[in-house]
């Protein structure tokens, strides 16, 4: 009973962290797009605007909440909550010492995880009943589902480098060398993957103000868009976090591992305020035509190279 306590009071404490950390880097990235535009951000709420987020939240959550007659209420209900759910849930993989996070499938959890994620978007632009959201669910769909199989090709590519499921492994064999230098074409792929993958600029097909309306999200208000707001803003802080691990060492145990993740998910933000949005069809052979070929031949050069060592070995 007391372990099931322990595990609970754990998992509680990773999630408050989580969403304090995911609320300040909405302020975060105001501030750098504020800054990139040569203007000051929000400075008004608390000194030099730094309790914003909180307003934000009490702002948003405080709303009154549409409720649309057309659309199918139950799923039109749920779905921000587990879009919010699996993207939370996604942190328990991540290597902590604390008895039941640190398991040996972490990066089979993570594939099964994100790849989930793509079913609260569907459902969330269909209940909606409205013809824009619905574009928009779909084309977000597309997009995310195009970009995990080059993403999980450059995973896999490590995996059989270190013959283990586990992020906690990765980090063991990257003591000498990070793998960041050992294969940097890669590393480049999985960032512009991961910015796929999260919707952000230049890939915010999803949510192409200029043309849909906000995309799959346009009939939320309140709480359930706070609660989309919040999922997308994690999953970037978590891709952050993962980058690290998998790339850079993730020596989350020193003060340097936040610095990292910190500077990633600037670098997040720094694309948002540089870069135009891609032309639709220029995304999808981006991963189809060059991120997918690119990431096989590293996929088959790795399983060469391993099976090389196994046979010089005998």
């Known amino acids: 009973m007391f372990d099931f306590i322990m595990i609970l009071f754990n998992f509680i404490l990773l999630i408050i962290s989580v969403l304090i950390g995911l609320a300040f880097l909405t302020l975060f990235e105001r501030k750098v797009l504020g800054y990139i535009q040569i203007r000051k951000g929000p400075n ?26 057309m659309s199918n209420y ?12 699996l993207s939370l849930l996604l942190w328990v993989c991540l290597p902590i ?19 989930l994620s793509v079913y609260s978007i569907m459902v969330a632009g269909w209940s909606s009943n409205s013809n824009y959201s619905m574009l928009g669910s779909l084309r977000c769909v597309a997009q995310t589902i195009s970009y995990e199989v080059s ?60 043309e849909l309306v906000s995309g799959f999200n346009v009939e939320y208000s309140a709480g359930g868009f706070a609660m989309i707001f919040m999922a997308e803003y994690s999953s970037i802080l978590f891709m952050s976090s993962l980058f690290v691990f998998i790339f850079m ?3 989350y145990l020193s003060f340097l591992y936040f610095i990292m993740v910190l500077f990633i998910s600037f670098i997040f933000i720094w694309v948002r305020g540089t870069l ?24 088959f050069f790795y399983i060469s190279l391993k099976f090389l060592i196994f046979i010089l070995m005998i």
């Open 74 to 85: 139950f799923m039109y209900f749920m779905s921000p909550i587990f879009s919010l759910l």
């Open 151 to 210: 993403l999980f090709m450059i995973l896999l590519s490590f995996l059989l480098l270190i013959g283990s499921l586990s992020i906690f492994d990765m980090i063991l064999y990257q003591v000498n060398m990070w793998f960041f230098l050992v294969g940097f074409p890669l590393c480049m792929i999985w960032f512009v993957s991961s910015l796929a993958e999260t919707n952000r600029t230049p890939f915010d097909f999803a949510e192409g103000e200029s």
């Open 44 to 69: 008004k709420v608390g000194f030099t605007g730094i309790i914003q987020p909180l307003s934000d939240a009490v702002k948003l959550f405080s709303k009154e909440h549409i409720t649309l007659i």
């Open 249 to 251: 060492g993730g020596l």
């Open 97 to 115: 010492y604390t008895g039941f996070m640190n398991f040996s499938f972490s990066i089979l959890f993570f594939m099964c995880i994100s790849s």
């Open 276 to 299: 135009p949005r891609f032309r639709y069809d220029k995304l999808m052979y981006l991963t189809w035509k060059s991120f997918l070929p690119i990431s096989l031949n590293y996929l």
